[in-house]
């Protein structure tokens, strides 16, 4: 894959960062094949389930922990509709909120989208107007129009920060487009059955992100899905209902070993941190699920994960990933704030 450096943006992205007084609204960050800067990332702010129709008092919150880059990880909006113009409206509502246009006029915006900004509840590749749908997505994000991800189906991407020895990849996976449809559980133990053959990214999507990682000399990389991929025993969406892809990405993984992988997904309403040990690599594989920015699962308070690190949070949250590349191998903590901005959660991952 081609990889273009536009040094013409790297003033307006860096102006962004540090001090974050310039104002990139509607204005392009990232062009060409491949989108590579080289802003060191410190901290990521991340979060999913957002309700454009309530109070959106959480910018505020999110700004003051001085982020590099803010990463939406689904349920951007929630606009369970079939038709493009109510979507647009409300992807418009979203984006031109006073707070939320205070903050992404100084912080960087990247992401990624679930089911509620898809369009469809659960939904998968028999949507309609996927492909609408998908556009208007890109057009919250501010992605270019030459961006690689408008010039094929779905709307993964990934994004390069930072010098080479403190390199961070960003790859946000779509859990949409190409996935294959679920079937209700008939007695409601789970709300699906599991569809033992079924696919979630599609074979092009597939080869992708085996090209991604194969090419990749990150020493941070960060994989963003809108649904978990770790966890088994939660009842709901997750990539365990499609046990051969979620195989396929586990074997993928275990098999390249990218450097300091860390998982990252929405959707739940909760926020967790989860790891798992896959066979013959020494490092732990995290996921840090965050989600609940403007309503969450409160009554939340033992679900069973097998693999969570920590504690569960059932109030409204929002993460960051701090990174301190002051040693040899860099240090990633991962945070979960609540509102009052107090710790919900906080562990440093083992890191090489």
């Known amino acids: 894959m081609a990889r273009i450096f536009l040094l013409s943006l790297l003033p307006l992205f860096l102006a962004s960062c540090t001090p974050k007084d310039s104002a990139l609204s509607d204005k392009p960050l990232f062009t060409g094949q491949e989108m590579i800067f080289e802003t060191q990332l410190q901290t990521i702010a991340l979060g999913s389930c957002n309700r454009q129709d309530l109070p959106q008092t959480i910018w505020p919150l999110i700004a003051q922990q001085q982020p590099d880059v803010w990463i939406w990880l689904g349920d951007n909006i929630y606009a369970d509709t079939e038709d493009m113009e109510e979507m647009r409206a409300m992807y418009l509502k979203q984006k031109y909120d006073t707070a939320y246009t205070a903050f992404r006029s100084k912080i960087p915006v990247l992401g990624i989208w679930d089911d509620h900004d898809y369009g469809v ?65 008939p007695d409601k133990s789970t709300r699906y059955l599991r569809n033992e053959t079924g696919d979630i990214l599609g074979e092009a999507q597939w080869q992708w992100l085996q090209s991604e990682l194969q090419d990749s000399k990150a020493k941070v990389h960060l994989i963003a899905c809108g649904i978990q991929m770790l966890a088994e025993e939660q009842v709901f969406e997750k990539w365990a209902n499609f046990p051969t892809a979620r195989k396929r990405l586990l074997d993928l993984l275990s098999t390249l070993q990218p450097s300091n992988t860390v998982l990252l997904s929405g ?31 409160e009554g939340a308070t033992a679900e069973p994960n097998q693999y969570r690190i920590g504690a569960l949070v059932n109030q409204k949250n929002f993460a960051l990933l701090q990174l301190d590349w002051s040693g040899e191998a860099p240090v990633i903590t991962a945070v979960v704030k609540g509102l009052d901005n107090s710790d919900l959660l906080r562990y440093q991952l083992k890191t090489n």
């Open 121 to 185: 509840n659960d939904g998968g590749k028999d949507f309609g107007p996927k492909a609408a749908s998908r556009d208007l997505m890109l057009d919250f994000l501010d992605v270019p129009a030459d961006a690689a991800v408008r010039q094929r189906e779905g709307g993964y991407q990934s994004y390069v920060f930072g010098p080479d020895d403190k390199q961070v990849k960003i790859i946000f996976l779509d859990g949409r487009y190409f996935r294959d449809e679920l079937q209700a559980n």
């Open 267 to 297: 959707d739940r309403h909760i926020s967790e941190l989860a790891a798992i040990q896959l066979p013959n690599w020494e490092q732990p594989l995290y996921e840090l699920t965050a989600s609940g920015m403007t309503h969450a699962y």
